[in-house]
């Protein structure tokens, strides 16, 4: 099989899992679209390593986060709110019933890599190291991240979710 046929195979079979991701990180369905091509562009060019890598969703995923930090730093004085451009989720989204969307508000107000953080520790449910590894910072600065973001999210949401993050 060529590379190009065995990375649309790759691309087809993940897209909805990372789209799911992406707008978790986005807040929208258009700008997760985009990052997710963003993403599957970079794989694409270097697809010829990634194939041969152990866990290539792995690398898939620690790619989109990356994107996504990297767009958001790219942006960082063109931001719009996430109010004002909320849509919401199209029927069967994956994202179980509506009262997520007090999940998702909240989850869109966190900063840029707070946001990542939450979305790879309790939706991907990567550990701390692999966190850190994704996003290519230190293990300290993810548990200081997520302890900060899930007090935010504790504080925003009340007690409709209490135990978002205790295992």
Do not use: N
């Not at 991701?21 to 258009?30: E, I, N, P, R, V």
């Not at 942006?75 to 994202?95: K, N």
């Not at 520790?121 to 190291?129: I, L, M």
């Not at 966190?131 to 910072?137: D, F, N, P, Q, S």
């Amino acid at each position: 099989m060529s590379d190009e046929e065995d990375f649309r195979q790759f691309a087809a079979s993940r897209q909805k899992q990372l789209l799911r991701s992406a707008y978790l990180l986005c807040g929208d369905w258009h700008g997760a679209e985009d990052l997710v091509q963003t993403a599957f562009g970079q794989l694409y060019r270097s697809w010829h390593r990634v194939r041969r890598v152990e866990h290539p969703d792995a690398y898939a995923k620690q790619v989109l986060y990356r994107c996504h930090l990297s767009a958001k730093r790219k942006r960082r004085f063109t931001t719009v709110s996430i109010d004002s451009v909320l849509e919401p989720a199209a029927s069967g989204d994956g994202f179980g019933d509506g009262s997520t969307g007090v999940l998702l508000e909240a989850l869109a107000g966190l900063p840029d890599r707070a946001r990542a953080v939450v979305v790879l520790r309790f939706w991907e449910d990567y550990s701390v190291a692999q966190t850190a590894e994704a996003l290519g910072v230190s293990q300290g600065t993810v548990k200081s991240q997520s302890s900060r973001a899930l007090a935010l999210l504790r504080e925003r949401i009340g007690d409709s979710f209490s135990d978002i993050g205790q295992d």
